[in-house]
């Protein structure tokens, strides 16, 4: 069986004690029937992966101590994934799916087009987490305040390049748009953005085609929910310009 | 609001009147409140797509008057998905997404680690059929019995390359082994084959790498589930080699 692997905030070093909140102490405890003196794998986002032992586990709580360090952490892809929020069992998917495939932040967008309201943080991260323990990534995406896609315009880095998933079809094929990018742009931190069911408005586009930051690009002849675009972009993206290029998985 | 689109297994001509089982009546009088006269999209994998008017709605019954051709059958490239059966969920996940994605073929295989017993075909075909509906393809994916690997590959159509999605790490990046094709390999029909959480045994891997027709192919550092594998590995592929080179989508 595989080790269980765990996110926690704490800091993580050789010989340091961690509590575990409840619901942790719950899943080693009652979900994975661990009993004290099993492995269990940490990792916090900046200090890699440890080997912990359980020292002690009861009724909700549950103390680790920290041993070693199993591997170093791992410098995931400058990827971030700008999605309007969708129903609520498709946002939870495209949560884990985008943590398993390797963006570091998901940042929900509203849209004219968009048809949802409201985005529970909370559940998000939840998701990105239990993907993230599970994928053996060494961190969890950042997730970003809700903004309408205007204000998250506004202040954009200057730096970070968008791809504009754009289902319009006037896009550039993606192989093509990744492929031939000038180095300076490859080399870029990125963020992928995808719209509702529905699309983007012609405003919107009117407005992304302003800027020089943006290629824009076309994902096929088919109509792809909102979910399988951001999937297949960012698998595109991993496999031209990010980590997928010269792997040694696990 | 969008036009209704409807799978039928009936030809499609000028003037033909088509009855339409009783799921599909439903369906169109009480979920969608559609009353005669209203156009309805119609297609069967051979005529193209058609606009059709209601003639006659009711309890459960509906018969509609094909009108006119409003697309040519579209030919969707020639990639089959090979999966290892997964749970539930996550098997009406791939039908569903694949067929969005392109695959002309959905294939369940079940390999020495795979933890499922049966696989219904009619629910593998209804996912297949409404994604199909809802992306705008005219075709919907060749359901294929399911069989093991090793009967699969013993009469395996000898021009049909494979995609092998490894989850050891020892493939090629996918970028490089899809870009890297001699002609004669790109032009091939394809088949991805995707193994189950868990991966493929030690003996399934040394059977495909005897195969001169397998592409050994890594999808990055992290451990992806089943059904984010297949995802992406057909979302690389129609990019590369498929008809998201030269889109014009909808």
């Known amino acids: 069986m595989r080790t269980v692997r765990l996110y926690t905030e704490n800091d993580l070093a050789a010989g340091l004690s961690v509590t575990l909140p409840s619901a942790q102490a719950h899943y080693l405890g009652h979900v994975m029937r661990l009993k004290a003196g099993a492995p269990v794998a940490l990792f916090n986002g900046r200090d890699g992966e440890w080997l912990a032992k359980i020292a002690s586990i009861r009724r909700g709580e549950a103390a680790v ?17 700008l999605f309007a929020p969708v129903k609520r069992a498709r946002i939870d998917f495209i949560a884990a799916k985008a943590t398993e495939l390797g963006v570091s932040a998901l940042a ?38 809700t903004a309408s896609l205007t204000e998250r315009l506004t202040d954009w880095p200057t ?9 319009t079809g006037a896009g550039v094929p993606v192989a093509d748009a ?4 000038p180095p300076d742009h490859a080399a870029a931190p990125w ?14 586009l009117d407005l992304l085609a302003e800027k020089p930051i943006v290629t824009r690009i076309s994902l096929g002849p088919r109509i792809l929910r909102a979910d399988t675009a951001a999937l297949a972009a ?8 990010g980590d997928w290029r010269n792997s040694s998985g696990g």
Do not use: M, Y
Not at 67 to 76: L, V
Not at 110 to 116: G, K, L, M, P, Q
Not at 191 to 204: D, H, T, V
């Open 65 to 81: 101590t920290v041993e070693s360090q199993t591997s170093p952490q791992d410098a995931a892809p400058d990827l971030w994934l």
């Open 108 to 145: 929900p967008v509203f849209t004219d087009n968009t048809a949802v309201s409201r985005v529970n943080g909370e559940r998000l991260a939840a998701n990105a987490i239990e993907a993230a323990e599970q994928c053996g990534r060494n961190s969890v995406p950042t997730i970003q305040s």
């Open 159 to 167: 730096a970070r390049r968008i791809l504009l998933c754009d289902e």
């Open 178 to 181: 990744l492929g031939g990018l």
């Open 191 to 204: 963020a992928i953005l995808c719209g509702p069911e529905g699309g983007f408005s012609r405003q919107e």
């Open 234 to 241: 960012i698998s595109c993206w991993q496999a031209v310009l």
